[in-house]
């Protein structure tokens, strides 16, 4: 049971509960109500005071990579297509950069992500819930084999989507069959999409189409399976397209703004019905995974590129940080929002800092002054994966430790032998 706490439910009526608690009972959320109503209906085996926190749904990530973590601080200033390779990481040092990513994940408050090829074990074993998109690139590959993976050694706490990589680097044939594929096993796909300039040019010159969104629908992949990351650059007529087939957005603007990229068409999105979630990206291009930093820059962004406060609230981004992003995802029936018989995906943020002072408005905290070092507890399918800042799954020290070895022997790599290969790719 988790008592005393303010609840910021994101349920369909965006519920918030003063003095609120929630009763957990395995993996899912049995009750929620009023602290004293609940503890007299329930007699709980674990309690977790929550006073002055803020109890709300995990966040979801709906976007990340993992190997390019262990270019934090080294490629700060390329653009995407300037992006220089790096050799190719070995297992060990892959492992590293996962575990990295999971345990900055954890103590940021994010309970559900999106992306990651490979590492199945070391992604599963952190607790967290993921969704493993299949790298392809120049061929479909083994993605049944993928698939049969995860479904035979993880529970529905992972899952598999087709991840074509992106449009201009996947032939022509190959994303017809990813349509396909997506189609006959209901697949989800996500692809990087719009993101540059040099894609639109790109999509031009080669298919005479006047953008990706564009090209994607004459390959008949526009559909609500697609989930289509960045959207930078899309025509108002694109998103049209995109309303009337149904297919949702990620959202990344820190990357995409640390890139040189510009800025997403966000309120016309929003204005049209799309489903938008929020991502990180990589950390090689943001440079860390913070929930609370992304929603505020996503909110101030369209504030000023729009020269109007209005334009986009506190309320949106959180929608987006938590229940968009697990509606894009199929699963918002069962994570996203703080409801009754819901998996119980739930971050606690303790609101008992200076910079969270005084208690006005729990939403505006959330998304213009709290930090993902504010977060206390983690927890997903019920299971208590940080609490008090402690990770319960993995050795903090260690994963630190073994993440910074990885850099340097790649770093030594690359210095002796040359590149070959990108961590940017997975
Ligand atoms: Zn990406």
Redesign the pocket.
Known sequence: MIENGILVTMDKSYRILDDGAIYVEGRRIVDIGKTKVLKKAHKADEVIDASNCVVMPGFINS?V?FTSVLGRGVEDNFTLEQWPSSPSPTKEELAAAFRLVCLEMIKAGVTCYM?GAGQVDERYKSGLRGFSAFLIQNEMGDYKKALQYIQKNCSDRMQLMLGPWWVPAVPEDVLKEVGEVSKRYDLKIRI?TAESMWEIQEIKRKHGCDGSIEYLDKLSLLCPRLIA?HCVHVSPSEINLMKKKGASVIH?PT?NAKLGDGVAPLIEFIKNGITVGLGS??VATNNCIDMFQEMKFACLLQRAIHCDPKVMKAEDVLRMATIDGARLLGIDSEVGSLEISKKADITIVDFKKPHLYPRTNVVSHLVYSAKASDVDTTIVDGKILMRNRKVLTMDEATVLEEAHKAYESISARRITKGTKGSLTGF
């Open positions: 976007h990579h992306n990087h990351v990344c990357s990206d990589g």
